[in-house]
């Protein structure tokens, strides 16, 4: 008779122990590597035509999206950010960083508020129960229109921000990383969208702009703590627990959720429920190297606090600045003619898209 009973939908713990969690992904992963005996170019290619969904018309909106935002950021750097600074009277190096710092979180506060919205007042339950994100699975299915905006206003963000990186933010020692990470972030948006994984994307994103809010607002913090030539030390104090709850925060929900909640529910329970899931090693691959990036970025904060603690620096400050000469520079982006220079030779220097006079 059991064998008449209906087929019950797979159950896994939404939330499991943290070795469990090591464990089970491990264990699936290296299983789905020895049955993957077909895996290649050629089922690649098959399985990328017979499963992703992407029109032209949503590629299109997406390269508008990407221009839009390069504009609006030259606009508000131009018309809002650096008069203010400038208004301000902050020091010359500190206002010149003002414009990317202000950008960024502005966009990363309407972004992570907009996730915050779609998890938490809205019918879907995948931050308490991500293995839900791919329950009833189908490629090609509908994308719901909430989620479908939330996407393309990340996606020509990212695609922005690989311009933005090279032309506009200011040069620091992590910048080759943080390309690595736009074009890892961007592919993981386009493709999840194209084989419908946008429920568990809508998650990743909800655990990763929280921290560049926090982390802009700090730095914001830090540059004008001194200002018309008087120190501030309201805005130094905020620098400092800002500090605090970053590290933190990034901590908890990048290192601790992020592996929990996301690679639980894409390595192990997504095969699970789906044998037969598209792009399985792709986009486990891709989440993987965002979580060494993750890693990455969090020794520079444990660098930092340890810095503070031993009383090698006694105030808050970006660790990841540097000035580089033009030399170095050349190396990193001569294939970009040197056009994204901090220092220059004949006294001038760039950020945030403009040509200015060092003074």
Known sequence: MEGLLPAQPPHFPPNPGYMHLIYQVGERFLDAVTECKDCGWELSVNTLRAHASLTWEELLCLLLGALAWTGLRWATTAWIFQPFAEWCRLQPKEASKVPESAWKLLFYTISWFYSFYLLFFTEYNFFHDPPSSFYGWTSGSPVPRDIALAYLIQGSFYAHSIYATLYMDSWRKDSIVMMLHHLVTFTLITFSYAFRYHNIGILVLFLHDINDIQLEFTKLNVYFKTRGGRYHRVNDIISDIGCVTFSMSWFWFRLYWFPQKVLYATVYSSIESNPSIPFYFFFNALLFTLTLMNIYWFLYI?????????????????????????DQKGEVLKSNHSRHKDTACNGQSTSNGFLKKRM
């Open 302 to 326: 444990v660098m930092f606090v340890l810095k503070v603690v031993t009383g090698q620096i006694q105030e808050v400050n970006d660790v990841r600045d540097y000035e580089i000469s033009e």
